[in-house]
């Protein structure tokens, strides 16, 4: 499966703890994204990388998350102290921006419950 | 702000056609985007128009786009129990400075029978 794979699918913890999601992309896209959705919403956007860098984050994104792409493949997202309105499902995407095309496609998802 | 606007719900009978409605904002995206959503799985690109084009056809999609009143659709023919999904649009706000899509907040096609 080529395709855009997160782990791990579903995700239950306490609320207080630290939680690590792992993304990787189609290979030889440049850009990743995360997006947080929430029951009955569309995809917020979070951040985005384009290779290694970070070139945006949204308001979205407190202090307690932060997400990495160490060597411009995968993407890790961590949130630290977890709160009960971080339960959600998180998806990572990745592109190949060519031309202005942003055609953007998605993993499964992770779920998070924080209780 | 970017805002892209749906309607919540649409249902259709079996074999009709289906018409999702979405409207933007930001007048600097140069492609937008359908997506559907199956019940607790990710999004999967259905189609997508470039901003110059009026309208696109592929197979039981078309996708109609009025750039003036900033208006898009997607029309869904010989709709199918399978077609039942959450729809989003979305674009690249390329206004506001981002380069990640925004979304709508979905149409639930319902399709019955």
């Known amino acids: 499966d080529t395709g855009v794979s997160q782990d791990p699918r579903h995700k239950i913890t306490k609320r207080g703890q630290n939680v690590t999601f792992r993304c990787d992309p189609i290979?030889?896209?440049?850009?990743l994204y995360w997006y947080r959705q929430t029951l009955g919403q569309g995809p917020e956007f979070l951040t985005y990388f384009q290779n290694e860098a970070q070139l945006e984050k949204s308001r979205l994104l407190s202090d307690r998350f932060s997400a990495e792409r160490p060597k411009g493949s995968f993407s890790t997202l961590e949130i630290q102290r977890t709160e009960q309105g971080d339960s959600a499902m998180y998806l990572c995407a990745s592109s190949l921006v060519t031309a202005g095309n942003t055609e953007a496609f998605f993993g499964q998802g992770t779920r998070l419950t924080v209780v | 702000g970017e805002d892209v606007e749906q309607s919540l719900f649409l249902s259709v009978r079996e074999g009709d056609s289906s018409v999702i409605n979405c409207t933007y904002t930001?007048?600097?995206?140069?492609?937008l985007y359908w997506y559907k959503q199956e019940p607790g799985a990710g999004l999967q690109l259905l189609t997508y128009i470039f901003s110059n084009m009026d309208m696109k056809q592929d197979q039981r999609l078309t996708v109609l786009l009025n750039k003036k009143d900033k208006h898009l659709s997607l029309r869904i023919a010989d709709t199918q129990t399978g077609d039942s999904a959450i729809y989003f649009c979305a674009d690249v706000p390329l206004d506001t400075g981002r380069r990640a899509l925004t979304f709508g907040s979905g149409t639930r096609l319902q399709v019955q029978p």
């Open positions: 290979s030889e896209h440049n850009r």
């Open positions: 930001d007048s600097s995206s140069t492609y």
